[in-house]
């Protein structure tokens, strides 16, 4: 009851705008100039002391983008983008070249995370009360201002890092690796940001290692008219273990804002890979002004045998949401995960979903995903479960179920099941309710005010995906969700 | 993209467009033209159209049979006391008396007079976007237009009988309107069952049912047919109760597809069994949309694939904003016994009204080892244990059959079927 009692807390203590870290930070940006062609990617490249072949991988990326067409197949509308209209690229003035301690960063940005919630200074997390550390690498528009715990880390042999500096520390590590799970030609928004990608984090585990620490990356957008582009790679070699978090918001603005990111996941034979998002960017206001447009593609290649890649994703963000963790099942007897809970209210668009491709032998996976609509929102699962004619003795197992709350908002299910071999075995169900009259007449019953007797039902229906976050974000994800159903009750 | 590349017509596209002629009052012509553009402009659908994603018809019909020519008029016996309508080559030869209650229209009156009502009902009925569909509207030269008057119930089937003289190769065009006056009760069979035939059969029913009608529609598709393109165009009015059963087995490429408007308190079941085996590719796709408060729709399809046959199940509840209390549950199981086999599954819910309860499950599996197991471990041989297992499994969407005849029927191909995969 107490864990009911602090959500029904949570909702009242915010006001009806109920995004919270809407706030924008004062702070220089030197910027690119406005738009996109070759010299916008030449001036990223050269931004980050870039090799040629990394340049050269950016400018056939960005040729390759002029190509394609952007793909309307989704369940979502929104105003064409005015690709030229947009910075691609902007960095705090005051960050100096290489690397840097704690203390060179700009006291503005460490109010900003402070703010957040995100302490960047490590004793400052030493000295707090949280009882597990978890390794922080903060993205502030398009660079990475701080990562913590690296020494340590080091110690273990991990390798956490921003993207740009593993280009110049692990040049063969990266060259081995980018673009291998998602190939620069995979889609539209994918191609653009491995053209435009600024920064991200770039993790490897080396064999057997079983990373001492939860790692975790928080991005913020800050900067008007500006998209961010990051990238994920993430390895873990065979034996490894990693458990990687990634957190973003961004302040409110009337305008909509790009988010274009990609992530890639590597996991070789017994690897483990688990990865969480909880993703709150700014959702735009009740009427559907402004807010982050999220265009993400999210790819897992369990590439050993006996690999694992578990996505689990708490979606309340964004006006758009475009997003489809996936895993390929390559290695013999690999498994992947999808826990999904995703929250649309106000005018917000989720389109997201999982693929699941199964191409080894006896490999499983499972997807629970929960939907839940208010408000004036769409809120769509779409995926796919794929077994291969080699992949004999293949199992899925998928459960996605949607709640409706108010008559205004809309909830579907578009999943593609295809099988291509006598002996896989797929399973799926599905199915949409409003919130029982019953369930919530027998809870106020016992003395619950509706909107507290909501919320715990609520709390119930997304249970088996909150189990799957590790214990910081689960508490956070509780309580972002009481949030985002604010107002949608009665 | 050129925009020059699309509007390339392949030489399935160019024979169809070929075969346009319509005739009868200009408001007939109207419609038919509408219809004609709306294909000219999509082409043969292929991947790229979510609603055909598994079956692509641009690249599956390419060789274009010539149209059929006229059949001769024929007398036309019934069946157990059923009415049977044949129709032979894709033209209408003639049918069995007609019961009380019941009038007929041939489409080419239909078309001559004109009257709105029924053009309205044959042309401007749920689905007319979808490119076949519209084909079918240009091209569809014979059919028939049945109306059975309110309050009356027939005892016996109608059966509308698509026949092969042989087995020369023929595109066939027809379309076929059947309406339902309020209170009225009927069992609609649609046979296509001739062996060794080749044709290519373009088939578009609407049925239309009046308020508080019933209608139980029995679809047989077993002839060897080299493409069956049949669409089933349903408007259930308010209190209406709409079921249908579908045995799909012969043919190359078998495509069903059927919209239903399902209106007030309506009642709306579809099921069927595929069995395929050889190179044969069916396509079941649904779409159900629940347009006013207080309907129910049930849906169960089975697919037991053989050989290196193609099951595709796309299925879409669709509940409007004002489709409140609306029940929709939606299954689809397959089982498949060969490696070669492959089965493509789509259950899709769109719903915009938040006091509903709709669901859909589907799963793809073999045959369960242990129950093989227990059979024969009792003494039954494995082919036939096999085949108790699947019968059982097409039993239960079977059951639903209401008109004993029929249901006998279909259990009897069924059986035959198994027996022919275990010689």
Redesign the interface.
């Known amino acids: 009851m107490a864990a009911v009692h602090e959500t029904v807390e949570t909702v009242k203590s915010v006001d009806v705008d109920a995004y919270k870290y809407g706030f924008v930070t004062d702070i220089e940006s030197e910027k690119a100039p406005k738009g996109l062609d070759e010299s916008t990617v030449r001036y990223i490249s050269a931004k980050k002391n870039e090799p040629e072949w990394m340049l050269e991988w950016r400018l056939d990326a960005f040729r390759r983008w002029k190509t394609m067409?952007e793909p309307d197949?989704s369940r979502v509308h929104y105003p064409k983008i005015d690709y030229q209209d947009l910075y691609y690229y902007s960095a705090p003035k005051k960050m100096g070249d290489g690397p840097m301690t704690i203390d060179d960063v700009d006291p503005e940005l460490l109010r900003t995370y402070e703010k957040l919630g995100i302490p960047l200074r490590e004793q400052e997390i030493l000295a707090g009360v949280t009882t597990s550390r978890v390794a922080v690498d903060a993205v502030f528009d398009s660079v990475s201002v701080a990562t913590t715990f690296k020494a340590e880390l080091n110690k273990a042999g991990v390798i956490f890092c921003p993207i740009s500096e593993a280009v110049h520390s692990h040049p063969e590590l990266v060259k081995k690796y980018l673009g291998s799970v998602v190939p620069v030609t995979d889609n539209y928004f994918a191609t653009l940001n491995s053209a435009v990608f600024s920064d991200g984090s770039f993790v490897y585990v080396p064999p057997g290692v079983r990373c001492p620490m939860e790692l975790s990356t928080y991005f913020r957008i800050n900067e008007q008219n500006t998209g961010q582009f990051e990238r994920t790679l993430i390895i873990a070699d065979k034996g490894a273990y990693v458990s990687y978090l990634e957190g973003c918001t961004a302040p409110k603005r009337d305008e909509n804002q790009l988010h274009a990111a990609v992530v890639e996941l590597v996991a070789h034979d017994d690897a483990e890979i688990k990865y969480s998002t909880v993703q709150n960017w700014y959702p735009g206001d009740s009427e559907g002004r402004g807010g982050i447009y999220n265009f993400v593609t999210k790819r897992g290649d369990c590439r050993g045998a006996r690999s694992k890649i578990s996505w689990t994703q708490v979606e309340t963000g964004s006006a758009i949401t475009w997003k489809y963790p996936s895993c390929i099942l390559r290695g013999e007897s690999s498994r992947g995960e999808f826990y999904s809970i995703a929250i649309s209210n106000g005018r917000q668009q989720v389109d997201s979903g999982t693929k699941m491709l199964h191409l080894g032998k006896n490999t499983t996976s499972r997807i629970i995903s929960k939907g839940i609509a208010a408000g004036r929102s769409d809120n769509t699962y779409r995926g796919q479960v794929f077994a291969h004619?080699k992949a004999?003795g293949a199992r899925n197992f998928t459960n996605c179920d949607?709640l409706?709350?108010?008559?205004?908002?809309?909830?579907?299910?578009?999943?593609?099941?295809?099988?291509?071999?006598?002996?896989?075995?797929?399973?799926?169900?599905?199915?949409?309710?409003?919130i029982s009259e019953d369930q919530l007449f027998y809870c106020m019953q016992r003395g619950l005010s509706a909107e507290e007797a909501t919320a715990l039902i609520v709390n119930g229906f997304v249970r088996d995906v909150l189990q799957q976050l590790p214990m910081e974000f689960a508490v956070e994800a509780q309580k972002l969700i009481a949030i985002s159903l604010e107002g949608s009750v009665g | 993209m050129d925009v020059s590349v699309k509007n390339l017509k392949t030489t399935g596209e160019t024979a169809l467009a070929a075969l346009f002629a319509p005739s009868g009052a200009a408001a007939s012509k109207a419609l038919r033209q509408r219809a004609f553009d709306l294909f000219q402009t999509m082409g043969l659908p292929s991947r790229r159209l979510e609603s055909w994603h598994y079956t692509d018809l641009k690249r599956m019909l390419a060789n274009v049979a010539p149209r059929a020519a006229t059949s001769a008029a024929a007398n036309v016996d019934a069946e157990a006391g059923a009415c049977v309508i044949r129709f032979v080559d894709g033209h209408c030869i003639g049918h069995s008396a007609l019961p009380k209650g019941v009038t007929l229209r041939g489409l080419s009156d239909v078309l001559a007079q004109g009257d709105a009502d029924t053009l309205g009902a044959l042309y401007a009925s749920v689905g007319s976007e979808d490119p076949v569909v519209a084909l079918n509207a240009a091209l569809a030269d014979d059919g028939v237009v049945i109306d059975v008057a309110a309050g009356v119930t027939l005892d016996a089937a109608i059966i509308l009988d698509f026949v092969s003289s042989d087995a020369t190769a023929r595109s066939e065009f027809m379309r076929c309107l059947v309406r339902v006056g309020a209170g009225a009760k009927l069992t609609l069979v649609e046979r296509h069952v001739s062996a060794q035939a080749s044709a290519q059969r373009h088939l578009a029913l609407a049925v239309s049912v009046g308020a508080h009608a019933s209608v139980s529609h029995v679809f047989e598709g077993v002839a060897d047919l080299d493409v069956l393109l049949a669409s089933l165009l349903v408007d259930v009015a308010a209190q209406g109760n709409f079921q249908s059963f579908a045995l799909v087995s012969g043919g190359r490429l078998t495509r069903r597809q059927i919209w239903v408007r399902a209106g007030q308190a309506t009642q709306v079941g579809l099921r069927g069994v595929s069995l395929l085996r050889g190179e044969q590719h069916a396509d079941t796709t649904l779409v159900i949309d629940h347009v006013e408060p207080n309907s129910e729709s049930r849906e169960l399809f089975k697919h037991i694939l053989d050989g290196s046959a193609t099951g595709v199940f796309q299925g879409k509840v669709v509940v409007q904003p004002n489709a409140q209390k609306t029940d929709g549950g939606m299954k689809s199981h397959a089982l498949i016994l060969s490696d070669d086999a492959t089965m493509d599954n789509k259950p899709e819910l769109e719903i915009y009204a938040d006091d509903v309860v709709c669901g859909h499950g589907a799963t793809v599996a073999q045959l369960d080892d242990d129950q093989l197991f227990y059979l024969m471990s009792r003494g039954i041989p494995k082919t036939q244990a096999q085949a108790m297992l699947i019968e059982a499994f097409a039993l239960s969407a079977v059951d639903f059959v209401e008109d004993e005849v029929q249901r006998e029927q279909v259990m009897t191909f069924v059986r035959d079927w198994m027996m022919a995969r275990g010689a």
Request: charged share 20%; aromatic share 8%.
């Open positions: 067409t197949w004619r004999t949607s409706l709350i108010g008559n205004r908002c809309g909830a579907h299910t578009v999943p593609y099941i295809e099988a291509r071999n006598a002996s896989s075995t797929f399973e799926h169900e599905a199915t949409t309710s409003k």
